[in-house]
């Protein structure tokens, strides 16, 4: 039973362009989301989050939105650099507990 | 000065054998996690450690058995190793903090990964 779901297992994108990575959820008892980026053979990296009382994080080029209506919540990332190619997950946390449930992960390809 | 580090990165051993898995975080964090990535790429929690007490036990078998002599540090034993236990584990660290709100973890730092190969 797959919690959080990213459809896109993989997404090219041209260089300064806007990147947008797409994650749903089916557990109406998440509050906080994250993403993460990971690079080969390297463990994920924290990027950006935000509580389910907000619908919009903003932190440079980051910007993770939240539609709890639709258990859907997106990253964009503009303008998309070479640099940001990696494997971003998307990952959500029920209510007071530090259990977090990981998507599978889209592939970010930025080309010049 | 590798926040979590983790060691080995690669582990290939064969059926039936016991392995160690350890890892150390130096951010003075007081939470500490295992997760396992396995071929299909799902990245699962498996245990986690809040000051060297067991918090989260995620249905693993029992030939997985997590050790934290202290805080800082938060080892992977695994006995009788089995071919499905191929995959990439990841040792993760957090601290918990508290708001008006009442109590939440940091997000979670992670280690590079140790990929283990059981033949």
């Known amino acids: 039973d797959q919690q959080v779901k990213q459809n896109s297992p993989s997404l090219s994108v041209q260089e300064g362009r806007i990147s947008i990575l797409n994650c749903d959820y089916t557990n109406s008892m998440f509050d906080y989301f994250l993403w993460y980026k990971k690079y080969p053979a390297e463990g994920p990296t924290f990027l950006i989050s935000i509580s389910s009382i907000k619908d919009k994080n903003e932190d440079g080029r980051f910007t993770v939105f939240l539609n709890k209506s639709a258990k859907h919540l997106s990253l964009h990332i503009v303008p998309s650099q070479p640099g940001d190619s990696a494997v971003y997950f998307c990952a959500a946390t029920p209510y007071n507990t530090d259990k977090l449930i990981f998507g599978t992960g889209t592939r970010l390809q930025v080309f010049p | 000065d590798t926040a979590v580090s983790q060691t080995p990165k690669y582990l290939v051993t064969q059926m039936g054998n016991d392995k160690s898995i350890k890892c150390e975080q130096n951010l003075g964090h007081d939470t500490m996690y295992w997760y396992k990535q396995d071929s299909k790429k799902f990245l699962k929690i498996m245990f986690s450690y809040n000051n060297k007490e067991l918090i989260i036990n995620e249905t693993v078998p029992n030939r997985f058995s997590p050790k934290s002599p202290d805080k800082a540090h938060l080892n992977l034993h695994i006995n009788s190793l089995e071919l499905g236990d191929s995959a990439v584990y990841f040792c993760?660290?957090?601290?918990?903090?508290?708001?008006?709100?009442?109590?939440?973890?940091?997000?979670?730092?992670f280690g590079n990964g140790t990929r283990l190969t059981v033949t």
């Open positions: 993760a660290s957090s601290l918990i903090k508290y708001g008006p709100g009442g109590s939440y973890n940091s997000p979670l730092h």
